[in-house]
């Protein structure tokens, strides 16, 4: 009979051996053939030895091995990276700044959504005044103008939009039934009028409560452009977000040929979390300005 060589990841543990010894999980040998348990050594931090492998391996990018010996290695965790046969995992700046960026357009989105279906702004006055342009009125009536305490952000439609008013303390405006319109003056001002567009028979005045229109009809003429709804530019702003959701299946990589490798996880409850931070911070921001603005009034009055 021949005698064979224990082959590498075992030893002979003495003369006349019948069988090899296997080093423990983790350790193997450098070469075959070896003699004593202590020609065994443990994979360097970084690095792992498979089961019924004999050579250690360095850890793939975005997974860590932090202490000799290991037999597999561990995903980073969120929001960190590792490059290939790093024994730790570091903060992942770039992934981080997409994160940020994400919930920067959902919070955008959901704060734009928020604004037009809920929409209502503050009043500053509401006043009636001569006026003599024939063109507007008929034999020198007078017209009502209202000023609100910030931009109302109505995309500049030639038509009348149907609005109401609620807490102003008059009775004869307060009301979802009762039915004013209202014209594009100014970024900041409001001509009132009736359905026909003719001016209000019955002077009207107040400095409280606050200017609504009905959520469908919002949703078409309330933004920030002119030429685009808050509603259009949500939904754009949507659609971005779920890009990375979709297209990158949960997670994110970001490789290089030449060695640059980074890999962070982003699993869908990850997504979850940041979205619904995203979308309080927006509600709350809109509703925190409203109520600055129907509290304390403009920094500025308009006059325009």
């Not at 209202?182 to 409560?209: C, F, M, N, R, Y």
């Amino acid at each position: 009979l021949q005698c064979s060589l224990c082959e590498q990841g075992s030893y002979g543990p003495s003369l006349g051996s019948s069988s090899c010894e296997s080093c423990a999980p983790g350790w193997t040998t450098l070469r075959r053939g070896a003699e004593s348990l202590d020609e065994c050594f443990a994979c360097m931090p970084g690095s792992f030895l498979q089961e019924g492998m004999a050579e250690c391996e360095q850890c793939p990018a975005g997974r860590q091995a932090g202490f000799h010996g290991h037999t597999i290695c561990h995903d980073c965790a969120f929001l960190t990276w590792s490059g290939k046969g790093k024994s730790e995992c570091d903060v992942d700046i770039l992934v981080i700044g997409l994160c940020v960026l994400w919930c920067g357009l959902l919070a955008a989105g959901t704060a734009l959504l928020w604004f037009s279906l809920t929409y209502r702004c503050p009043i500053a006055d509401l006043t009636f005044s001569r006026n003599d342009d024939p063109t507007t009125a008929k034999d020198e009536t007078d017209i009502h103008v209202l000023q609100l305490t910030t931009r109302h952000w109505l995309l500049d439609f030639r038509h009348r939009i149907p609005v109401h008013f609620t807490g102003t303390g008059n009775k004869f405006m307060d009301g979802h039934r009762k039915k004013f319109y209202a014209q594009v003056l100014s970024s900041g001002s409001l001509l009132i009028v009736d359905k026909w567009g003719e001016p209000l028979k019955q002077p009207l005045e107040t400095s409280l409560g606050m200017l609504r229109i009905k959520p469908i009809t919002a949703l078409g003429i309330v933004g920030p452009f002119k030429w685009m709804p808050s509603s259009a530019l949500s939904a754009i702003l949507f659609a971005v977000c779920t890009v990375p959701i979709i297209a990158l299946n949960g997670s994110v990589y970001f490789s290089d040929e030449a060695g640059f490798l980074r890999y962070s996880r982003l699993h869908a409850w990850h997504f979850s979390v940041l979205a619904i931070f995203s979308i309080i911070v927006a509600i709350c921001g809109i509703e925190l300005q409203l109520y600055f603005f129907a509290r304390h009034g403009p920094l500025q009055k308009l006059h325009t």
